[in-house]
């Protein structure tokens, strides 16, 4: 049931995916985009990880209003009459699908007071836990564990923060350095 | 610190005497949730964020100038860079000495006693590389934003960079 439901999200998304990348309407691609991101947040819900799913269904809201706020200037024209109507019961339709697909995937967790562990012993935590104390010799699990057992992915926030900081310096930067203090430096005189 | 003039910059006399006297105890705070990374429940991200808030600390209470007299921008650019790439080059010798990339090389060949500051092998070293990281950048982005002003010359909005020349000078003169 659930692979044939995360096959069928899987074409759906790739079909999203042409379609962003070879339409011609930018506002098309934007949208096409977004229902490829609430479609990976439902396969997310459906695997039984709700916490990565509110997790992209976050960032994907964000990138989308970042992404329309870059694509549309100010030709923006509010639309009035029924359409609004129309526009409300896609958006209450597309919820309740949501809220449909968030119960199944909470109804399959598994019940407070029972961890996985108990249920999947040779899952990797339990291996962090059992032996994660002699294995890296660091009393501190969480450290074993996120720069030992899982190095490559603290790596990778590390350069994740590496490109955020430095992006955002060089949107903050002043345009032509040199030439602008020589300027008001000439006007001064 | 004596040098910079108190009366124009920066917050009042109390808040100043006691970011002052408070300054060393938080930098050794943040030293020990650096090194003891390993032993207690802390790492080298809140180090780094504790050693940003001393300078941003500093920042507030004395202005901008003592800081940058301090620790300079391209200091922190440099430290920022190159503690980036000393992540990498620790984490490459596991190759060299050890199996494979991000091996923890020092703890298999020197087991260590447990409980100790210089045990885990390399997990203090990472706690310190990225203190050093987390630190400089998130004091580059205070910075910044401390550095610019926006004014306005002829009509025009621009955003300038005060650490090359002084806004306030200009408007008095």
């Known amino acids: 049931m659930i692979e044939t439901l995360i096959g069928m999200f899987i074409i759906f998304m790739i079909i999203g995916a042409i379609i962003a990348l070879e339409t011609t309407d930018l506002l098309s691609s934007v949208i096409s985009v977004g229902a490829i991101g ?30 329309i706020k870059a694509t549309i200037r100010h030709d923006l024209v509010t639309i009035e009459g029924d359409r609004e109507f129309f526009g ?4 209450l339709v597309l919820l309740f699908v949501l809220f449909v697909f968030g119960i199944k995937a909470f109804s399959g967790l598994p019940q407070f007071g029972s961890p996985a562990i108990s249920e999947f012993p040779r899952a990797a935590s339990n291996r962090y836990l059992l032996s994660g104390f002699e294995e890296t010799g660091s009393s501190n699990i969480i450290s074993s564990i996120i720069f030992d057992y899982r190095g490559i992915d603290i790596l990778a926030h590390i350069y994740v923060l590496f490109a955020g900081i430095w992006g955002a310096l060089a949107i903050m930067r002043v345009h032509s350095r040199k030439k602008k203090r020589k300027d008001i430096d000439g006007k001064d005189q | 610190m004596e040098k910079t003039n108190s009366n124009q910059q920066g917050m009042s006399l109390i808040v100043q005497n006691t970011a002052r006297s408070i300054k060393g105890l938080i930098f050794l705070f943040g030293i020990y949730l650096t090194v003891y990374g390993h032993i207690i429940p802390a790492s080298g991200f809140s180090g780094g964020i504790v050693f940003a808030c001393v300078f941003m600390l500093l920042t507030l209470a004395f202005g ?28 490459s010798l596991g190759i060299l000495f050890g199996s494979a990339f991000l091996d923890n090389f020092i703890e298999k060949i020197f087991p260590s006693s447990n409980y100790r500051i210089f045990s885990a092998g390399l997990i203090p070293i990472y706690n310190i590389v990225i203190s050093l990281f987390i630190g400089a950048g998130l004091f580059m982005v205070f910075i910044i934003f401390a550095v610019r002003r926006v004014i306005e010359i002829d009509g025009r909005r621009l955003l300038i960079s005060t650490e090359f020349f002084d806004v306030t000078q200009r408007e008095k003169s």
């Open chain 2, 64 to 91: 901008k100038d003592m800081v940058l007299g301090i620790l300079g921008k391209t200091t922190a650019y440099l430290l920022n860079c190159f503690s980036a790439l000393l992540f990498l080059l620790v984490a």
């Open chain 1, 88 to 91: 409300l019961t896609i958006t």
């Open chain 1, 38 to 67: 609430v479609a990976v947040s439902i396969c997310f819900l459906l695997v039984g990880a709700p916490d990565i799913a509110s997790t992209q269904l976050v960032v994907e809201v964000l990138t989308i209003i970042i992404l």
